[in-house]
């Protein structure tokens, strides 16, 4: 049981450069979010998904496209990278359906913009 | 605006001492508040969970309070170690369906 997920650990962009990052959970949880953390801001909510084939914008999605693949997966995309998203991103996890109200996050994913 | 306060200065105290963080917020009527401990380099770890119509919650050397009218949680580690070292993170769910808000984390440091 490896809970959450993330890939890759580290990555270095260009500006203007895309990538993806990936997010899996095992926990058959139906809620997925993704979370930026930055020195000084604290954890912030970038996108989330309530269930499979539902997707939300969160506090800060400016930048960003995600993707609920299917139970287990959820990735985040930056089209075009910024030196702004320069940040460590966390995917997290949760059962809102019964009475466990709590995420259970990855170990993140540190990203840098050139 | 919408806020979370947690002291951004770090606690320092000595081994064997209570530990009591500060979670204050405005604006908000949280239907829960929950405390996490992040490692450096690591995602926050879930530690404990208050709801609104509960006063404290234990588990443990840990104790979290929760005070409606003063808009504050308190967490308390009793008997600090030095394995305690780490940033606590309030957070709170402010829509009831675990849209957590989180605090910017207040770092604790436990000397021997």
């Known amino acids: 049981n490896a809970g959450v997920t993330q890939t890759p650990k580290f990555q270095v962009l260009k500006t203007g450069q895309s990538m993806t990052l990936q997010c899996a959970q095992d926990?058959?949880?139906?809620?997925m979010y993704w979370y930026r953390q930055d020195p000084g801001m604290g954890l912030r909510l970038i996108y989330y998904?309530?269930?499979?084939?539902?997707?939300d914008k969160g506090e800060v999605p400016n930048g960003y496209n995600v993707s609920r693949l299917n139970k287990r997966e959820f990735s985040l995309r930056l089209e075009s990278a910024a030196p702004s998203q320069t940040s460590v991103y966390f995917c997290?996890?949760?059962?809102?359906?019964?009475?466990?109200?709590?995420?259970?996050f990855g170990p993140g994913t540190r990203l840098t913009v050139l | 605006s919408q806020k979370i306060e947690q002291n951004s200065e770090a606690l320092n105290i000595q081994e064997g001492k209570t530990a009591t963080l500060t979670c204050n917020y405005t604006?908000?009527?949280?239907?829960?508040l929950q405390w996490y401990r992040q490692d450096p380099g690591r995602g926050p770890v879930f530690l404990l969970l208050?709801?609104?119509?509960?006063k404290e919650k234990r588990k443990e050397r840990l104790k979290v309070t929760f005070d409606t009218t003063l808009k504050q949680s308190l967490f308390h580690i009793t008997a600090s170690q030095p394995a305690d070292s780490a940033t606590y993170l309030c957070?709170?769910?402010?829509?009831?369906?675990?849209?957590?808000?989180f605090g910017t984390g207040t770092r604790l440091l436990v000397s021997p």
């Open positions: 998904s309530a269930s499979e084939g539902t997707t």
């Open positions: 604006n908000y009527s949280p239907a829960y």
């Open positions: 957070a709170l769910d402010i829509t009831g369906f675990q849209k957590l808000v």
């Open positions: 926990m058959n949880h139906n809620s």
């Open positions: 997290a996890s949760s059962d809102t359906s019964g009475s466990t109200d709590t995420q259970y």
């Open positions: 208050i709801r609104e119509n509960e």
